[in-house]
């Protein structure tokens, strides 16, 4: 996997394209960009065909051990990975530790466990469980374990401290395993930033964390609704300033479009696309309003005045390239 940038803009957003992605290095993601996210392999309120129907579909899918960790003795006997059992074809698998549209319930993690949350109750995992699980599903990128759960408000700086220390030590734990690895051979471990609303730990998280041998970031703790968009803006570019630039960053929990723009000026590459679930599940649709005030001496006449359209069968105007606005109500 290769990252290659074309800009960097001030204050850090990045332009560019993810390379030589999967096991074979046939795709590529362009940054920033999102993930496909599904429930199981299976991308909400979309069958096969209608998803496949669909242009530019993320090049990566994203799965989630909650929902994968209690079949994983399925996984095992099939032999296969997750990929072929779901009957997911040409893409890049990503293992996530939580579903991002649902809520953990918090008070579970220990210095040696994490626990993920099925269909069936809490499922308790070491080290040597969650890698037995990443074997079993052979993804191309995957989550590390990690202490995420200083997002709640009133955490203490001693229980930040102690998420961090967690969170470097299941990392360690994971690349021990994932190097002597026959089945994740070529496989990714993205490390995972914590610290809460912490500066010096976020930054102590991001320096660690940077000198480790991962494929990527996942920046954790930064969910909507758990602190101030401002403040969220100043500690993931703290964050950002520490990390590799030929490496990628991939936020988690954060699905609105306005808090994406703010994260992605301050240098983050990838999101997790459960927003739109999100909307739908509670019956909502998206709409979006533009204010769109053309220099009158450019506008239709200068190329980037508006969007170009072309009209053949436009017989007032034939030669005349105009700005089209186009509002669809989503039902």
């Known amino acids: 996997m290769k990252l290659e940038l074309s800009r960097v ?15 074979r290095g ?14 199981f392999g299976t991308v909400p309120h979309l069958t096969q065909d209608t998803l496949h129907a669909i242009s530019s579909i993320p090049s990566v899918t994203q799965v989630t051990l909650s929902h ?18 779901a009957g997911l074809h040409d893409t890049v698998v990503y293992c996530s530790l939580h579903d991002p549209a649902t809520p953990c319930p918090a008070g579970h993690t220990t210095n040696k466990t994490v626990s993920v949350w099925g269909s069936g109750g809490r499922i308790e995992l070491t080290a040597a469980k969650f890698m037995a699980l990443q074997r079993s599903i052979q993804p191309d990128w ?6 995420g759960e200083t997002w709640l408000n009133n955490t203490s700086r001693k229980r930040v401290r102690k998420s961090v220390d967690r ?5 360690d734990e994971c690349l ?9 051979e070529g496989a990714e471990i993205f490390g995972v930033v914590e610290g809460g609303d912490v500066l010096e730990e976020r930054v102590r998280s991001a320096r660690e964390t940077a000198k480790r041998p991962v494929g990527g970031f996942c920046l954790d703790g930064f969910q909507t609704g758990s602190m101030d968009g401002a403040l969220r803006t100043q500690l993931v570019t703290a ?20 808090e994406v723009l703010a994260c992605v000026g301050a ?12 909307v739908t599940e509670r019956g909502g649709a998206l709409c979006f309003s533009f204010d769109i005030c053309p220099d009158p001496e450019r506008a239709g006449s200068a190329p980037g005045a508006g969007v170009g359209i072309g009209s053949a069968a436009d017989s007032v105007f034939p030669n005349f390239i105009k700005p089209l606005l186009t509002f669809r109500r989503a039902r």
Do not use: I, W
């Not at 995957?142 to 202490?147: E, F, G, N």
């Not at 021990?176 to 994740?184: I, M, R, T, V, Y």
């Open 68 to 85: 994968v960790a209690e079949h994983q003795e399925v996984l095992e006997e099939f032999k296969d990975g997750f990929r072929r059992f």
């Open 267 to 278: 240098g983050v590459d990838l999101f997790e696309a459960f927003f739109p679930f999100l």
């Open 142 to 147: 995957y989550q590390s374990m990690a202490d």
């Open 239 to 258: 964050v950002t300033k520490e990390l590799p630039e030929d490496k990628p960053r991939l936020l988690q929990g954060v699905g609105r479009p306005d």
């Open 26 to 39: 046939q795709h590529s993601l362009d940054v920033p960009g999102c993930l496909l996210y599904t429930h």
């Open 9 to 23: 803009v001030q204050g850090g957003a990045r332009l560019g394209v993810l390379k030589g992605l999967g096991r």
């Open 167 to 171: 969170t470097l030590a299941h990392l």
């Open 176 to 184: 021990l395993a994932h190097k002597n690895s026959q089945e994740l």
